[in-house]
C-alpha cells in the first residue's frame, strides 16, 4: 500500500510514444526488418503531412488503410512491398486494440482488407563459377590480416549463405571444429537458431582467419582501419559486410555484388548439386520453401538456352 501511494501514475494521451502503437509494432521486430519496417512507416506518415511519432495511428480505420494500401500499388511499388505495408498496418491496429484504442468491429474491417495478388523476382543475382574464382583470386593477393577476414567473410556468405547481418554478429564460441571442417551456430530471423557446416575451401578461409586472429573471445571478425591493420574486440555492422563484399568485388573487376548475392549463390549451387529445397531452406534459415524457391536462378540459363531454339525469320526492310 505504502508503494502504491508513493508512486504516482499519470494517464497517458493516445498522442505519446508510450502508447503510439506503430512504435509498439516496430519494437517487436528485429534488426534490419526493424530499420526497414520503421523507414517504410515514416514514408508513409510523411505523405500525409505527419511523421512516425506524431501520426495519429489509433486513428487508422478501414477505409485509411484501403486507401493506403491501393495507392502503394497504383504507385508501382511491387506487390510484396504493398502487402508488406498491408501486413504493418493490420498489425499496428492490432496493438491499438489492445491498447484499448480501436474497437473490435473496427479492427475486424481492417483485417478484412485484401492483399495485392502477384509478385516480382527478388533483386539481385547468383554469381556464376567465374566470378566466384576470379573473387577468392583476388582476395588471394592480399596479404594483410584484413584480407585473412575479408576472404572469411565472403566464404561465409557462398559457402554457408549467411546473411550480412549474420556475419557481423557471430562470436568466437558460436564457431566450432568439426572434422575437417567447422560447424556455426548461427542466430538468424526470429530468433531462430540453425547449425551450418562449413568445409573444404570455406573451411579452409576460416581457419586462416581464426590463425591471424587468435583465440581471444568476443566476435568472430574484427573491425579494421585503412592500410590492412585491425582492432581486436571491435566488432563490425552489417553495413561494414555489405561494404566490404562491394568493395572486393570492384577489386576483383567484376559487376555490383552484394552480400545477398553471395546469397543467391550459395542457395542455387545446391539445388544444382541436387541437394532437396527443403535442406537447403534449413541450410538458409528460410521459414518455407517458397522463399527459397525465389533464390534460386537456375532456371535463367535453363531458359536463355530454350529460346536459341526458335529463329525468327526477320528480314532487313528494304530502304532502311
Not at 576470379?134 to 561465409?156: K, Q, V
Not at 582501419?225 to 555492422?237: A, E, N, S, T
Request: aromatic share 4%; proline share 5%; net charge positive.
Amino acid at each position: 500500500m505504502e508503494t502504491r501511494e508513493m508512486v504516482k501514475v499519470e494517464p497517458v494521451s493516445p498522442a505519446s510514444p508510450v502508447r503510439n502503437p506503430a512504435l509498439i509494432y516496430c519494437a517487436r521486430l528485429q534488426g534490419s526488418g526493424r530499420s526497414s519496417m520503421i523507414a517504410m512507416l515514416r514514408r508513409c506518415a510523411r505523405s500525409v503531412g505527419a511523421d512516425l511519432e506524431t501520426l495519429p495511428w489509433h486513428e487508422l480505420r478501414y477505409e485509411h488503410v484501403q486507401a493506403i494500401v491501393s495507392k502503394a500499388a497504383e504507385s508501382g511499388y511491387a506487390p510484396g512491398t504493398v502487402n508488406l505495408l498491408r501486413v504493418a498496418l493490420r498489425e499496428i491496429a492490432r496493438a491499438s486494440w489492445r491498447l484499448g484504442l480501436l474497437g473490435s468491429e473496427e479492427l475486424q474491417r481492417i483485417l478484412d482488407v485484401k492483399a495485392i495478388r502477384g509478385s516480382r523476382l527478388p533483386p539481385g543475382r547468383a554469381l556464376s563459377r567465374g566470378e566466384l574464382s576470379a573473387l577468392f583470386s583476388s582476395l588471394a593477393e592480399d596479404s594483410t590480416p584484413a584480407g585473412a577476414r575479408d576472404t572469411a567473410i565472403l566464404a561465409l556468405g557462398y559457402g554457408a549463405g549467411l546473411r550480412r547481418a549474420e556475419i557481423a554478429a557471430l562470436e568466437l564460441d558460436q564457431v566450432q571444429a568439426e572434422g575437417q571442417g567447422f560447424e556455426l551456430h548461427v542466430i538468424g530471423k526470429g530468433n531462430k537458431e540453425r547449425v551450418i557446416f562449413l568445409n573444404d575451401g570455406g573451411a579452409d578461409a576460416l581457419g586462416a582467419w581464426l590463425s591471424a586472429r587468435g583465440l581471444e573471445p568476443g566476435p568472430l571478425f574484427y573491425a579494421g582501419r585503412k592500410g590492412g591493420h585491425l582492432l581486436p574486440g571491435q566488432g563490425m555492422d552489417p553495413a561494414s559486410i555489405r561494404e566490404i563484399v562491394a568493395r572486393r568485388a570492384a577489386a576483383a573487376g567484376l559487376e555490383e555484388v552484394s552480400p545477398h548475392d553471395l546469397r543467391r549463390s550459395f542457395v542455387s549451387d545446391l539445388l544444382d548439386a541436387g541437394v532437396d529445397i527443403s535442406t537447403v531452406a534449413g541450410m538458409a534459415g528460410h521459414a518455407s520453401v517458397q522463399t527459397t524457391a525465389r533464390y534460386d536462378r537456375r532456371g535463367d540459363e535453363a531458359k536463355r538456352k530454350a529460346s536459341k531454339a526458335l529463329h525468327v525469320p526477320y528480314h532487313v526492310r528494304r530502304g532502311v
